[in-house]
């Protein structure tokens, strides 16, 4: 069992909480502030955070963040073309001028923090104030004269959920979005895989024994509690990993609902790839962004990797995701680790299961608690068919898309126990000490991998 704190002075800050006032106060004949009640304290420190320059620069340098949200708005342009947009927290606007280019008829940008004041200045500096109404004030507060075709919000904290700005986009959907409206993005995953990293666990706690010569160990119960008391942001590879993710939940923003937001449980059940200790347990996203209709993406919540490899699968190559993986190009969230006090030594196929709730703290909204259990580690009888092919499994010189059907497809040919020397075979003079280290594998080859596994 490991309970962890998300709290208002841990790392997890995208915003770096400072005291000041954030006022509210509209600026548009045709939409404004009604009459909005007193923020709560928590709110008012995490609006000032976000007056604060330094905060949208890391977002918009973020080009992977960035260009995802281009792309999506320019995927959708038919859609957008002439309609009504709604920015839920527009902080510099960015979003909304990219909507008003991609050729809406309006777009409000709502945004409480003081940075609207600059906002405005944006949209007036770019000639768009015809198109874009600069709001200054909280989306629950403001009063639109019409409902609007489309939301699109960046709304996604550490861990996805941390911030808890996603009830905000929730609201504005249940207020003002017109039936068979778009949201931009449509659905997020979290996932979650136990990781191995030896080099921190060892900066951090071991370096404790020999400083200089000096036995410091006392101070190594204290460097457990210190790394392993707060999720750390950090960026991690995929040779980290050593499981196929669990999905922790998969929200439909269509649908999901604030009182489901309030306090997510999920069981988890993953396999060791390999011998090797587990510091503890990684988390990451991505976010989707589709139509209403293509609502069926949703991932299972019972965790069954052939199912998930299959979603994936049905994606087309023009379907637009934002992901925070270890695997893929890193970007501003990073990845969220829970440390463990002490590793846990897993062999090969070892089971790892238990549950994590993640629940909005009461004291603080904006905050989060996560309670992790690994209940139960136990050893399955060694499956006949060892592919330590599968131990470096991440990196992969193919393409975006079928990265993950290839890695999910090693997964459960182990599963299923085909033997080894078919799955050699089948991947044409390719030898093992070559698929350790690289995973040279055409893209005909993983499809026919993924073919062979799903018909076996
Ligand atoms: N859309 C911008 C900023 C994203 S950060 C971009 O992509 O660069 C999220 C922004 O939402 C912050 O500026 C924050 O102040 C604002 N925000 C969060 N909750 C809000 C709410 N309920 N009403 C209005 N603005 C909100």
Not at 233 to 251: D, L, M, Q, R
Not at 423 to 442: A, M, V
Request: glycine share 6%; with cysteine.
């Amino acid at each position: 069992m490991l309970p962890s704190h998300l709290n208002g002075h841990s790392a997890l800050g995208r915003r770096r909480p400072r005291l000041s006032a954030a006022a509210a106060s509209g600026d548009s004949a045709a939409a404004g502030v009604g009459a909005a009640a007193p923020l709560e304290e928590h709110d008012r420190i995490y609006f000032q955070s976000y007056s604060h320059l330094g905060i949208h620069e890391a977002m918009i340098k973020d080009r992977v963040r960035t260009d995802a949200y281009h792309t999506a708005i320019m995927c959708h342009q038919k859609f957008i073309e002439g309609k009504v947009v709604l920015d839920v927290g527009c902080g510099t606007g960015i979003l909304s001028v990219f909507c008003a280019r991609a050729g809406a008829k309006r777009v409000y940008a709502i945004e409480a923090s003081e940075i609207a004041v600059q906002a405005r200045e944006i949209v007036k500096a770019n000639n768009l104030i015809d198109q874009v109404v600069v709001i200054h004030g909280r989306v629950e507060d403001v009063d639109l004269e019409e409902k609007v075709d489309v939301i699109i919000s960046e709304w996604m904290g550490y861990m996805l959920l941390y911030e808890s700005m996603l009830p905000s986009v929730l609201f504005a959907r249940d207020k003002w979005l017109k039936p068979g409206g778009l949201i931009l993005p449509s659905h997020a995953t979290l996932f979650m895989a136990p990781i191995t990293n030896p080099e921190r666990y060892e900066g951090s706690v071991d370096f404790w024994h020999d400083v200089y010569g000096i036995n410091m160990s006392a101070l190594v119960p204290l460097a457990k509690k210190f790394t392993s008391e707060e999720p750390s942001i950090e960026t991690i590879g995929g040779e980290n990993v050593i499981s196929w993710p669990a999905v922790f939940k998969h929200i439909d923003c269509y649908n999901f609902t604030a009182e489901e937001f309030k306090s997510i449980t999920t069981k988890y059940k993953v396999s060791s790839m390999m011998l090797a200790p587990i510091h503890g347990f990684g988390f990451w996203f991505e976010v989707e962004f589709n139509g209403p209709a293509e609502s069926s993406h949703n991932f299972p919540s019972n965790l069954d990797p052939l199912e998930i490899i299959q979603k994936k699968r049905r994606r087309s190559s023009e379907d637009t995701v934002l992901s925070t993986a270890p695997e893929d190009e890193p970007t501003h969230w990073q990845q969220t680790i829970l440390y463990f006090p002490d590793p846990i030594e897993v062999k090969q196929d070892q089971i790892i299961e238990g549950s994590v709730t993640v629940s909005q703290s009461e004291e603080n909204p904006r905050f989060l608690n996560i309670h992790l259990e690994c209940t139960s580690i136990r050893t399955l009888a060694s499956l006949p068919y060892a592919l330590v092919l599968v131990q470096q499994h991440r990196r992969t010189d193919i393409g975006e898309g079928l990265r993950h059907a290839m890695n999910w497809c090693f997964y459960t040919f182990i599963v299923a126990g085909v033997p080894c020397q078919r799955s050699y075979s089948l991947q044409k003079g390719i030898g093992s000490e070559e698929l350790k280290t690289g995973f040279q594998i055409s893209l005909m080859e993983a499809e026919f991998l993924l073919f062979m596994q799903i018909f076996v």
